[in-house]
């Protein structure tokens, strides 16, 4: 098992960057594919960015596909989000998650669902 806590979020303007960062800290990060959701105020959570346990394979989100990276740092525990030319809609509590061995096809026919450890979340604003 792992524990998530993430960091880096913030207000920014329409246009802008920001890069979120995920550590864990368990003996097993290495072998758990690893996710980004988010959830916007009276909405429910969504599946934003996932990356395989190697880093080998990623899977996004069609309303970030091309604005946001998703990447990790075994070595270091760390997962990262990076997200450019961020709007309005943008605009939740964004959540890590990991899964152990979960698979990228998994996470495609479920919207990840299967995630079970979360982090407590960290306020991304959009500002228009």
């Known amino acids: 098992q792992v524990a998530l806590v993430e960091s880096g979020g913030g207000l920014v303007q329409t246009g802008g960057s920001l890069t979120l960062s995920c550590a864990a800290s368990?003996?097993?990060?290495?072998?758990?594919?690893m996710g980004w959701f988010r959830q916007a105020p009276g909405k429910e959570r969504e599946f934003v960015a996932a990356?395989?346990?190697?880093?080998?394979?990623?899977y996004y989100a069609d309303s970030v596909k091309g604005r946001f990276t998703i990447s990790r740092d075994n070595a270091k525990k760390t997962v990262a989000l990076q997200m450019n030319n961020l709007k309005p809609e943008d605009t939740a509590v964004y959540f890590c998650?990991?899964?152990?061995?979960?698979?990228?096809?998994?996470?495609?026919?479920?919207?990840?669902?299967?995630?079970?450890?979360w982090g407590r979340g960290t306020q991304v604003t959009v500002s228009s």
């Open positions: 998650a990991g899964r152990y061995l979960l698979s990228i096809a998994t996470i495609k026919a479920s919207g990840g669902r299967e995630f079970d450890t």
């Open positions: 368990g003996r097993t990060f290495t072998s758990h594919t």
């Open positions: 990356i395989s346990w190697t880093g080998g394979g990623t």
